[in-house]
């Protein structure tokens, strides 16, 4: 299940306001700012995920231009491509594992009831 946090209206024009500036300010990341663009990155995808109410592949949520400082070649940018593709990849796998599991539970369920059964039958019957 998908928890989502509800985002006030008046909350995104600022955050495009205080993007864009910092996009203006900044002609390049410093080391020091690493922290707070990824962060920035994270809640500007996750804010255009709640607002286009559906669940994306990674190829949609990756950023051709970094929002910090507007250049392609931005480290932030590629780093926090790279952690989405990582993130996608660790989900599907955890999906697969997690289908699996429960297949193999509801098989041990199943052949569990069965020898029950069988067990209260042959208890009933006398053997």
Request: aromatic share 6%; charged share 20%; with cysteine.
């Amino acid at each position: 299940m998908r928890h989502r946090s509800t985002i006030n209206s008046s909350t995104k024009p600022i955050l495009a306001v205080s993007m864009e500036s910092r996009s203006q300010s900044n002609e390049s990341c410093s080391v020091s700012d690493y922290q707070h663009n990824l962060a920035l990155l994270e809640q500007d995808w996750s804010n255009s995920q709640q607002q286009m109410g559906t669940p994306s592949s990674v190829t949609s949520s990756l950023f051709d231009i970094c929002h910090c400082c507007g250049r392609q070649d931005c480290e932030s940018l590629e780093y926090f491509n790279r952690t989405m593709k990582k993130l996608e990849s660790d989900t599907r796998l955890a999906a697969e594992i997690g289908q699996g599991l429960l297949h193999k539970h509801e098989t041990f369920v199943s052949e569990s009831n069965q020898q029950r059964i069988q067990l209260e039958i042959l208890r009933n019957t006398g053997f």
